[in-house]
């Protein structure tokens, strides 16, 4: 857009003159002064008011710079938008340019009075046009920087009342000699006063004061009411913003009325059709003069531009087409003949009008038609250059070509064309609705910045080439030149718009530096590109940019350029190989040429992938690689597969899939060079190879005088590599594999390195990455590539057979078994089952069925609920540990050396559970043979210990009849006195039970009960219990068969402190069985010790109440000696322990089974802690069955039956108590 | 008199790992010389191919049901990309020279001539190329995952002559109007 004079392609807008607001703007009237000297002078419109001062005016100043600024923005002008205008800020003094151009000095007086015309018409003689110019911007530029539509001033009204009448009257004779000015000098400018009030107007002055004066002032000028405007003083700034904006909306309207007023004059002088005649005619030149189709191209183009001030987008489109028409057509620029600089003048109008009529179509959204536009004028200008000009085949028609397509660029940007902006990431616009479904040529879709700059990169690059064939004797200077030879330059160089010949490629000198041009062209694009995500058209312009800076030779620039594109692969891993071969070679000349050895180096290496088209005369050398290329140390390189490809393929497989610690694997590396044939074989220094797991590297170093096996063609070479271990002292975790080997790779050659790899260690082990180095003279290598390639068949080849086998995929991974465990491990006797309350010991031996000695470590882990105490013993080695929740062990237990085929013995002893319950224990020997011991063996014994009770056992507690006397309220003689200090017999009343235990083994064996007690754990305070009775068992104890019931009876005695007491007495028992294992039959050993040991083994009971105050019955038998006929003899006791005075009744039924006496019906008092007794004598009839004594016991008070509870020898049911009748002996 | 109309200038076919698949390429007429001669060079015509990817890409998010992408973007006033995907996302992008070849103005098969071109008009042409592709693939010898590998990078390209012969039929064979090929 730049070599476009300026003005000529401004946005017009209409241009307001805002004269009054500070003296600052009063400077430059010189220049019209220089300017009167051939023009005449300018209308100077003066006023001798002082500028407005203050806050107010430097406000009001800067928001008209602000309308400015917005007035020259090239986008559409919208309804919403009020108003854009330019706005021009004068003092008092302003100086319109003349309106008649004046005659030069030069020439003879004329005998008539001359026809003046303006000075910027080519009538004037002074004007550059004259005589036969169409048109130039600066007739534009007047229009819209010199000849205002509106011409502001700005007044004050002044408050003060003496000098208000003087004022007003000075302002208006001021405002009408501006008037009057302006209406003799021609010029229709509106003139319109504004008139500020001050803070101190707004307080004195009434609003009809104000009004008064104003129309005085109005009336006194003459001036329209619409162009007198008075603002009170405002508040605040944005109110004055407000009242201005709206001041300016309405000028608006003005300036437009003034813009059509010129339009209509422009239209009426072309309906005239007449040539109006030069002021003089002209003398020199051709002396021709514009004809009538140059008029009306001049009056089209001035209605256009009106139209255009106008914002009338359709009426300018009409006006400008028409106008281009007749440039164009065969009257105009058909017969200016093309040496004359009137030739290019057109071509520019030409220019000027298209890019105007292109901006409409942006601003109508026509973009599609707008790229036709373009296309069109492009079309035509290179039809009449080369009909009629200097052919299209020359640097300048490039030149054009380049400026047209970033002309469109520009206008996109600067018209902000909707929706292809770079947010939008769209890149080509669909046509608009008028050419919808017609048949459009692709790029007539407009599309984004990034192409046009493209296009214009790309005929900058035509114009060099074009530059570069210009001869020798066009390139000189032309005063070196002889005359003839500037003139043919003339006439063969189309110098539109750009250089002449010894300009643009001079023959000393720099010229046009095109490559910069080109390069700043693509680095628009470039960035257009990029925003939308369009990365590989970016990396294309990357690659042109980069090929034009090598031309620059500014080589760090190439390679900052291209480095991202080969750091981040791009075509290359997409496999565009032309395209990434041609970025290596441009890259590694930059690098070459920047000493960057290592980006040198990598491309080699690169390029020797015979992928890669083969250049020729290359010496495809590694060892060349950095000759020619100065560096001052030895480059030491690092690259690695990511990022720069290789031409050397590796694969790594095992031969197998699983292996065992111990053993040996065999494993296959294979390297395969795909070089391009003509390439120098490359010597490796040494591979490594290293994995993941544990595994150690293997080195593998060159040896030259190794064996190479020598195949030839297609088949590989398999050659064995014995690997040596090395220990190193320090550290084991240096510790590496070496081998030796042939190390050089022939181009087009596969060499397979095959070893045997011990395994020490179990896992997964997988081949990572192998590292090959490479030394030059001048440089050293290190390239790694990766070998974890998941899912690759691996192949194994076989000397002598060119197609490997396909063993399995994931061949690099390897599974290391452990080694097998040949120790034995094993429980010595064990029991069949183990029980709470014995001590568990558990004996393990330990077999070596190893081929060597070993030493042990042993490992004892126990997991249950809650683990006891425990001790591990091994000979002199013991470990002991305390009882701990869920998990105990004893590790690293030394055992020392164990010879081959010889065993050990090491014992466990469990402390006893106190609860059935679980114990899991893992006894592992951790061990390695002395003639290996590097490879550690471990071998497990799990043992699964079920602890369960070895009894089980119900109860029954029954009450028992105390055969002693109950203690008396009243007796005096027990009472005792306290102060001797001595426990103090139990006073209460006692009670007598019986506790019947059934208990029954679960064991799974017999055991021998040497012994049963019943413990007594616990009594409320205030009571006592003693156990009075218990079976007795001999020495040797009472075998117990399993699952089956005994019966074990204990009397208890239950006795309260004092009689006082009236609580019932909670008793706790626990039933305690002493067992021992029985003696085995075939104890050799004195292992008895343990098994001869008593275990006791504890229950509990529960919990029984007795002593309750609830009164009771007691029924006791008492047999008589057989010999008195089976008499029987029933107790009934009635105890009280309450405080109260009870009364009973008791009935005795007669029975058909016995005979009784005692009192059929009688009536029992018992005093308050006491008992009685009533006795009946019964003879049974019947024998060896039970009788039913119908006896009914009743509360007299409460006419309540109690229970009667039976005791010995009695049994009682639901209908009553049972006496046994005992079978009368025989005989 | 004689005008220009569009020709194939370059066909070709892009696997899913974004590697070039096949690339044809067709002279054009050149003016000048009065001799058909490719508008480009091999390079060239490969970096045009790569970057429609970007275009590819960049649609694919609003994507269009049909696979048929239409044109792509306009590289100059000469040439211009158009687009289709197939279900499998291998991709066939056909450059059009819009002036590659001349006829005489006033001939018959000149369907409008210098009027540019549709969208639709381009439709044989990935119709062919299409089941050119499927012949390929119904061949038991061609294996896609070697061309394509899954979730890896890079891939062989298409070596078939069949399918080579196929293409240089298609992008001989096109004009605009052609509706089967």
């Not at chain 1, 309405?250 to 059509?260: D, G, K, M, V």
């Not at chain 1, 465990?821 to 709470?836: F, G, I, R, S």
């Not at chain 1, 016991?1193 to 009695?1210: A, S």
């Not at chain 2, 306009?74 to 070849?101: H, K, P, Q, S």
């Amino acid at each position: 857009m730049d070599g476009y004079p300026l003005g000529s392609l401004d946005h017009n807008v209409p241009l307001l003159v805002v004269s009054g607001l500070s003296s600052s703007h009063d400077q430059p009237e010189p220049p019209p002064k220089a300017k009167g000297k051939a023009n005449g002078e300018g209308v100077l419109l003066r006023s001798d008011l002082p500028p407005l001062e203050g806050k107010e005016a430097s406000f009001l100043e800067s928001f008209f710079e602000r309308v400015n600024e917005r007035g020259k923005s090239w986008t559409v002008m919208t309804r919403e938008e009020p108003y854009r205008v330019r706005v021009k800020t004068v003092g008092r003094t302003f100086t319109l340019p003349p309106r008649r151009a004046t005659l030069p000095e030069t020439i003879e007086p004329l005998t008539t009075a001359p026809v003046l015309h303006s000075p910027f018409s080519p009538l004037s003689p002074s004007s550059a046009l004259y005589p036969d110019g169409l048109m130039n911007a600066e007739w534009i530029r007047k229009h819209q920087e010199e000849v205002p539509s509106v011409f502001i001033c700005f007044h004050t009204l002044t408050s003060d009342p003496k000098t208000a009448t003087l004022q007003d009257n000075r302002l208006k004779a001021d405002l009408n000699g501006i008037r009057a000015t302006l209406l003799e000098s021609g010029y229709k400018t509106r003139l319109v006063v504004i008139i500020l009030g001050d803070q101190e107007a707004r307080a004195t002055l009434t609003a009809e004061v104000i009004q008064d004066r104003l129309e005085y002032i109005r009336r006194g000028t003459g001036l329209d009411p619409k162009s007198i405007f008075y603002i009170p003083s405002q508040d605040t700034q944005v109110e004055l913003k407000r009242v201005m904006d709206s001041i300016l909306t309405l000028l608006y309207n003005t300036a437009i009325e003034y813009y059509r007023d010129l339009g209509r004059h422009a239209r009426k002088k072309r309906s005239r059709g007449v040539v109006p005649q030069p002021t003089l005619p002209p003398t020199s030149g051709t002396s021709q003069t514009l004809s009538l189709p140059d008029w009306n191209f001049r009056y089209d183009f001035k209605s256009a531009i009106f139209a255009e001030f106008r914002q009338e987008i359709d009426a300018a489109v009409r006006s400008f087409e028409q106008a281009y028409e007749i440039l164009l057509g065969q009257d105009v620029l058909d017969i200016i003949p093309s040496w004359s600089p009137r030739w290019n003048e057109a071509r520019l109008l030409a220019d000027i009008i298209s890019i105007r009529c292109l901006r409409l179509h942006l601003w109508m959204g026509q973009t599609s038609l707008a790229v036709r536009r373009w296309q069109a004028h492009r079309d035509r200008i290179g039809d009449f250059v080369d009909r009629r000009g200097r052919g299209t085949n020359n640097y300048g028609w490039q030149a054009w070509e380049s400026r047209w397509a970033t002309v469109m660029a520009n206008l996109i940007e600067l018209v902000q064309v909707p929706g292809l902006g770079p947010m939008t990431m769209t890149i080509y616009l669909p046509p608009e609705k008028a050419l919808f479904g017609e048949r459009l040529q692709p790029w007539e879709l407009l599309h984004h910045t990034g192409y046009w700059y493209r296009i214009a990169a790309r005929h900058l690059g035509a114009r060099r080439a074009l530059a570069h064939r210009i001869p020798d004797d066009d390139r000189g200077a032309p005063d070196a030149s002889p005359a003839s030879r500037v003139a043919s330059k003339a006439i063969r160089y189309d110098t539109y718009m750009c250089p002449p010949p010894h300009e643009e490629y001079p023959l000393d000198g720099t010229g046009v530096n095109h490559a910069q041009l080109i390069i700043d062209c693509l680095l628009n694009a470039r960035s257009q590109f990029q925003a939308r995500k369009q990365h590989r058209i970016a990396a294309e312009i990357s690659l042109e940019c980069a090929r034009e800076m090598a031309t620059m030779k500014s080589w760090n620039e190439v390679l900052a350029m291209l480095r991202p594109l080969w750091e981040d692969k791009s075509f290359r891993s997409e496999w565009w190989l032309d395209i990434s071969e041609d970025i290596l070679w441009v890259m590694r000349r930059a690098a070459a040429e920047t000493g960057r050895a290592d980006i040198v180096v990598a491309i080699d290496w690169e390029l020797m992938d015979k992928r890669y088209t083969r250049k020729q005369n290359w010496h495809y050398d590694l060892g060349k690689s950095l000759d020619g290329v100065s560096s001052t140390v030895k480059p030491f390189i690092t690259i690695s597969d990511d990022l720069a490809s290789s031409f050397v393929a590796a694969s790594f497989a095992f031969r197998s899939k699983e292996g065992r610690a111990g053993e040996t694997c065999l494993a296959q590396l294979s390297l395969k060079s795909d070089a391009h044939q003509v390439a120098t074989p490359v010597t490796l220094a040494s591979i490594r190879i290293e994995f993941e797991g544990h595994l150690k590297p293997i080195t593998i170093v060159h040896d030259s005088s190794a064996p190479s096996t020598n195949s030839s063609g297609e088949s590989p070479s398999v050659s064995a590599v014995s690997l040596t271990e090395r220990l190193p002292e320090s550290n084991e975790k240096d510790a590496y594999l070496t081998g030796t080997c042939d190390l050089t790779l022939k181009p087009g050659h596969r060499r397979v390195l095959e070893m045997d790899i011990p395994l020490r260690e179990p896992g997964q082990v997988s081949a990572s990455r192998v590292i090959l180095t490479y030394k030059a003279d001048a440089f050293e290598l290190d390239y790694t590539l990766s070998l974890s390639e998941l899912g690759k068949v691996g192949a194994w080849y076989v000397h002598g057979l060119a197609k490997p086998r396909l063993s399995r995929p994931d061949g690099h991974i390897l599974q290391i078994q452990p080694r097998p465990p040949k120790m034995k491990l094993a429980l010595v006797e064990p029991m069949d089952q183990y029980y709470a309350n014995e001590p568990i010991p558990l004996r393990i031996s330990l077999l070596n069925e190893e081929h060597d000695a070993a030493n042990v470590k042993l490992d004892v882990r126990i997991v249950g609920k809650t683990i006891p105490r425990f001790r591990v013993e091994a000979g002199e080695h013991k470990r002991e540990v305390d009882a701990a929740e869920e998990e105990s062990q004893v590790t690293g237990l030394t055992l020392g050396r164990v010879a081959s085929s010889s065993s050990m013995e090491v014992s466990i002893h469990l402390d006893p559970a106190p609860a059935p319950t679980v114990y899991d224990i893992e006894v592992q020997a951790d061990y390695h043979l002395e003639s290996d011991a590097a490879t550690p063996i471990f071998q497990v014994l799990p043992v699964h210990l079920n602890v369960v009770n070895a009894f089980e056992a119900n109860y029954d507690l029954m009450p028992r009849l105390h055969p002693d006397a109950w203690p008396s309220l009243f007796d005096y003689e027990d009472v005792q006195d306290l102060t001797e200090g001595e426990v103090i017999p139990a006073k209460g009343l006692a009670q007598q039970w019986c506790l019947v235990c059934h208990y029954a083994s679960f064991a799974t064996e017999e055991l021998d009960v040497v012994g049963l007690d019943l413990l007594v754990t616990g009594v409320t305070p205030g009571g006592r219990c003693q156990v009075v009775n218990q079976p007795e068992f001999s020495a040797d104890g009472m075998p117990v068969a399993p699952q089956k019931m005994y019966e074990a009876r204990f009397d208890l005695v239950a006795q309260k402190a004092t009689l006082d007491d009236r609580h019932p007495v909670a008793i706790d028992l626990a039933f305690a069985v002493r067992w021992r294992r029985r003696q085995r039959q075939r104890q050799q050993q004195p292992t008895g010790g343990e098994s001869g040991t008593v275990n006791v083994t504890t229950m509990t009971v529960g919990q029984y109440m007795v002593l309750g105050t609830e009164p009771r019955v007691l029924a006791s038998v008492l047999h008589s000696s057989p010999e008195q006929a089976g008499l029987v003899r029933l107790d009934i006791t009635i105890e009280n322990p309450s405080s109260h005075f009870l009364t009973f009744g008791l009935a005795m039924e007669p029975s058909d089974a016995f005979a009784f006496s005692g009192p059929k019906q009688t009536t029992m008092h018992l005093l308050p802690m006491s008992r009685r007794t009533k006795t009946y004598r019964l003879l049974p009839l019947v024998r060896g069955v039970f009788i039913r004594p119908g006896l009914v016991v009743r509360d007299k008070y409460f006419q309540k039956v109690l229970r009667v509870i039976p005791t010995e020898g009695m049994k009682i049911d639901k209908d009553g108590l049972l006496v046994w009748v005992p079978l009368a002996p025989e005989g | 008199m004689s005008a220009a109309i569009p020709s194939v200038a370059c066909l070709g076919v892009i696997g899913r790992n974004n590697n070039p698949l096949h690339i044809s390429i067709f002279p054009s007429y050149d003016p000048l010389a009065n001799a058909f001669t490719p508008i480009r060079n091999p390079l060239q015509f490969s970096l045009l191919l790569s970057s429609t990817i970007d275009v590819f890409d960049l649609r694919s998010k609003n994507s269009t049901a049909s696979g048929d992408y239409g044109l792509l973007h306009a590289i100059d006033d000469r040439l211009a990309a158009y687009g289709f995907e197939t279900n499998t996302g291998v991709r066939m992008v056909c450059i059009v020279d819009m002036r590659g070849r001349r006829v005489e103005a006033g001939g018959s098969g000149a369907v409008g001539v210098g009027a540019g071109l549709r969208d639709a008009e381009l439709k044989p042409v990935f119709r062919a190329m299409q089941s050119a592709y499927v012949r390929l693939l119904q061949n038991p010898f061609y294996d896609p995952d070697e061309h394509a590998p899954l979730g890896g990078k890079g891939g062989k390209r298409i070596t078939s002559k069949k399918f080579g012969d196929a293409m240089k039929r298609i992008g001989e064979a096109w004009t605009p109007g052609v509706t089967t090929l």
